[in-house]
């Protein structure tokens, strides 16, 4: 796939790090011009540090070394007006975007019965999606692919939607599964024009949205204080495949895959990168 997105340009949110800089960079290794943004700023009701500016310059130098341009803003999905203004600057210096990778997402878990905690997440994790999508659509033309960032653990019936998780965990289930929604009836929408909308389900990713305490205790709620080691076990025993974790760039594989002509006749797929988490919880089908 050498050389697959060679003179496309790729609208990227959530880019400063984890899986949005994984996608920015592989997309950008395969020759894609970058649009990325981030909020770069901390939500309340988040209970780990969400990425800075110096992460979205990170984000930067690492999409240059690979001999791309980028142009980075700060912006929220949840204020369509400031991906809308990023966009504009980033359509004046690149030109229109063919890839949208609609990837920024929180997940504010912890059993505090805050119900801000489930209008931030689906603010950020559904309606920033759409957020996304919404304002990059008047520059899409036919061939352009729209890539949207679900979840394994929304999927699974009291994964994050348990009471220990708390409002947060029930907003964040609530809005990933409708994104899957989302994405399978916007692609019947968008299909008359040549535009493909596809989701991306990752499982457990080695970014920090899994790597901190409260998802330590998440797994671990026997413990007072549990440690990543202590909370490693769970993550290995939702996978059925024998890894621990995923890394950020085995999910940008898919995406990239999705973003090609390599997938030019699919649209409206859930495509699972979770090590066969959810082959317990579906049904295989017969061939007729």
Not at 37 to 47: A, G, K, L, R
Not at 244 to 251: A, E, F, G, L, N
């Amino acid at each position: 796939m050498a050389g697959s997105m060679e003179g496309k340009v790729a609208f990227v949110t959530g880019a400063a790090r984890g899986q949005g800089r994984s996608h920015a960079v592989r997309l950008a290794a395969e020759g894609a011009d970058v649009i990325a943004v981030d909020i770069c700023t901390q939500i309340e009701s988040v209970p780990y540090p969400l990425a800075t500016g110096a992460d979205l310059a990170e984000t930067a130098r690492l999409v240059e070394e690979r001999g791309r341009r980028i142009v980075t803003r700060v912006a929220d999905v949840r204020e369509r007006s400031q991906l809308g203004a990023a966009l504009a600057d980033g359509v004046a210096e690149l030109g229109r975007p063919d890839v949208v990778v609609a990837n920024a997402g929180i997940s504010p878990l912890g059993a505090a019965a805050e119900a801000t905690r489930w209008f931030d997440a689906v603010a950020v994790d559904l309606v920033g999606v759409i957020n996304t999508v919404e304002a990059a659509y008047p520059y899409l033309t036919a061939g352009a692919s729209i890539v949207c960032i679900g979840s394994m653990a929304a999927m699974l019936q009291g994964s994050v939607d348990g009471s220990a998780a708390g409002p947060g965990g029930a907003g964040y289930a609530h809005a990933k599964r409708a994104v899957a929604r989302f994405v399978h009836d916007l692609a019947l929408q968008l299909a008359p024009g040549n535009i493909r909308v596809n989701a991306v389900h990752p499982g457990n990713i080695d970014t920090d949205m899994l790597q901190n305490d409260m998802m330590y205790r998440l797994f671990r709620p026997d413990m007072e204080h549990p440690a990543r080691e202590d909370a490693e076990p769970l993550f290995r025993s939702a996978h059925k495949l024998p890894v621990t974790t995923i890394d950020p760039k085995d999910v940008s594989e898919a995406v990239l895959f999705l973003a090609s002509d390599a997938s030019r006749y699919i649209t409206g797929q859930q495509l699972k990168v979770e090590a066969g988490a959810l082959l317990p919880t579906t049904t295989s089908g017969t061939p007729a």
